[in-house]
């Protein structure tokens, strides 16, 4: 059924009389479906202001407090919602809602103060003893959150929001495995439980499957009403694939709601830094063949077993590493003579390339003979050569944000500070495609880079 052909009469829904949650729930659905949806509910929340400026009946004034504050909740202007729902917190459904808006502020007691008393008049008490678990999962109580969530195994076997509850216990306590088993035990019953895809696709995010996880992202961006975790989430991802229109769709969709969200607004930042990035297409392909040739691994030529211990302990791994060196770095090396050194002008001729190549004096010269200099002196900071997401803020956590601080450190220097392995060989492979390289292992090596000064 279309969303069109979904009857969505507001006026007899928010009706104070009879309004419950399982109403509120459908007018959210509703609203989130569509833009003229939204636009239309917005009108009738200005109506709702209006009438109580108007209304001199103290009952019908609450009344309307009471469905405005639900009305604000909806659109999360919880701030405002909580303010009139404290206004009606002796109804039922008023005490429900001013709940939900404490739980989404942090404040964790008052929450659990509101459900308990609107569960004392509710005869159907599982939703609600739901919101207290979470509650008190969020509040640090996950042994509690968990009896409570047991309790109504019997019950209610069939409920995926049971099962979902039951798993993030489990994952607030560190027994992961457990709970993605009950994850995808609540997939099973309701494929579509936003709450469960959001999870099973952030573990996923986590473990670095990033093609599971954008699977599970997607499903859960699809439905209404989304998170917005999940569209940022899946928007890093999208961009570490290199995605990055997708990424931005991500990022807007967060901010048509919410302008100016914090995240969103740095993440569509870094997108558009990445965009609009310089790319010449005959240089890159260029660079391409290159970068393939240069890093070209020492182990896949005949070397002798001297030659070969010698460049491992210089930490001289491929042809690139051997073009930052010059003759007089490897003969002063132990055990490196000339056999040696003859050995390895031979496999560098061969490729076409010479020892200390990449050292000329224009460190922006191509390996190859052609200038890159224009290309590498476009770029300052670690946020404009293409590096994930991830990769980014690791480098940030140890206080690197330019290229020149990059091009300072060596490989065995970031691993000491904490950056993986992974990211390592990432950062290599990005300054190679600049006609740059991180710090080589012998300190006499100097000009790896263009000078950032001028």
Known sequence: ????????????????????????????????????RMEEFEERIESLEDDIKKERDSAKSKDLMLLLGICEWIVGDTK??????????SRKIGSYYLGKCYHELGDYNHALECFERAKKTDTEEFDISMDIA?????AGSADEALRIVKSFLHSHKESAELFYQWG????????????FAKYEQALQIDPNHPKALFRVAFNCDMDGEDEKAIEYYERCANLSP??????INLGILYEDNGKYEEAMCCYGSVL??????????????????????????????????????????????ELSVRSRNCLEKMNIRTLKDLTMITEADLL???????????????????????????????SGVDLFGEKMGRRADLVRTVYE????????NALRKIGIETIEALAKKSDIELDKEGIKKNYIDEIKETLLKYGLSLKTTIDCVTNSGPDFTT
């Open 332 to 362: 002063s090396f132990k055990n490196f003579g000339e056999t040696s050194l003859n050995e390895i002008k031979s496999i560098l001729a061969q490729k076409g390339l010479r020892l200390g190549q990449g050292l000329e004096k224009d």
């Open 134 to 138: 979470e509650t008190k999962r969020m």
């Open 168 to 179: 993030h216990c489990l994952d607030d306590l560190g027994e992961y495995q457990e709970a």
């Open 385 to 392: 050569i293409g590096l994930s997401v991830r990769c980014r």
């Open 226 to 231: 989304t998170y917005k975790n999940a569209f």
């Open 256 to 301: 048509d709601a919410e302008p100016n969200n914090g995240r969103a607004l740095l993440f569509s930042k870094d997108v558009k830094a990445s965009t609009i990035m310089y790319y010449d297409e005959e240089v890159s392909k260029k660079q391409g063949k290159e970068g393939e040739l240069l890093n070209i691994p020492i182990t896949d030529f």
């Open 1 to 36: 059924m279309t969303t069109s052909a979904i009857e969505f009469d507001l006026d007899k829904l928010l009706d104070a009389e009879n309004i419950n949650r399982e109403t509120v729930s459908f007018i959210k659905t509703q609203v989130y479906s569509s833009k003229e």
């Open 80 to 89: 405002t919602a909580s303010k009139l729902l404290r206004e009606v917190k």
